[in-house]
């Protein structure tokens, strides 16, 4: 992985946890925000955290904000001060800027203004969330675009015993597997809680025999992968 430098403007409880995985990956974090309270709470998460004005160009460059890969606004309640500081960064030359959007009409106003990178948390959280209730088996998922999707299903009992050339999920349905989680139980563990656990198998080869109670971690399009759950 390489590592990059990224800018997280708005730390609130979503840019909380995202500088923090961030910085735990190994990247170069810059958390940016206008409460000093919440900058001191985060500092030693993140690589510089700094309490500024991010609407202000002069504070931004002051910062080496022109040289980060990424800019991520991550505000939320705030949506004109969302606007400016997309402006401020747009003519600060930062080239990647991700920006985060609560309502369809936001999300036209920041494409109006250039912004090509837009998410929202709560909606993919939303998403995945039902349809992690929705289908029987599916143990989680994890939305990659509003395209792709990877999810983590029990494996159906139809293919229990087979392998995944037999399977064939790939020609049948057009997803890919990407690896398979297995139960283990530990013997030699002390405590009860420590006993079972899950392995992860690596890439797996089409020899490779499905088993009961396996997890196979599955990449494909929302579609192909409805399809497949449905079936």
């Known amino acids: 992985m390489q590592r990059k430098k990224i800018a997280v403007i708005g730390i609130g409880s979503f840019g909380k946890l995202f500088v923090q995985y961030l910085f735990e990956d190994g990247h170069e974090v810059i958390a940016i925000d206008k409460d000093p309270v919440i900058i001191d709470s985060i500092k030693e998460s993140v690589t510089v955290a700094v309490a500024l004005d991010a609407t202000d160009e002069h504070a931004l460059l002051s910062q080496g904000i022109a040289d980060v890969d990424y800019a991520v606004i991550a505000l939320a309640d705030d949506f004109e001060t969302s606007i400016i500081c997309a402006d401020s960064l747009k003519k600060c030359g930062v080239k990647t800027i991700y ?3 609560q309502t369809p009409l936001q999300m036209k106003v ?5 912004i090509k990178d ?5 909606e993919r959280a939303a998403r995945s969330m039902a349809e992690t209730l929705s289908f029987s088996g599916m143990r989680s998922s994890f939305l990659l675009s509003d ?3 990877v999810v983590e299903v029990t494996v159906p009992k139809r293919y229990i015993n087979k392998t995944i050339a037999e399977a064939d999920l790939r020609h049948k349905y057009n997803i ?3 690896t398979i989680k297995r139960p283990f139980t530990n013997k030699e563990a002390k405590r009860a809680s420590d006993a079972k656990g899950e392995k992860i198998l690596g890439i797996p080869h089409g020899n490779t025999v499905l088993r009961e109670e396996d997890v196979v971690v599955l990449f494909g399009s929302q579609t192909d992968i409805t399809k497949f759950l449905e079936t």
Do not use: H, K
């Open 99 to 101: 920006a985060r959007y």
């Open 110 to 114: 920041l494409e109006l203004l250039g």
């Open 118 to 122: 837009l998410f929202n948390p709560e």
């Open 147 to 149: 395209d792709y999707s």
């Open 176 to 178: 890919n597997v990407i």
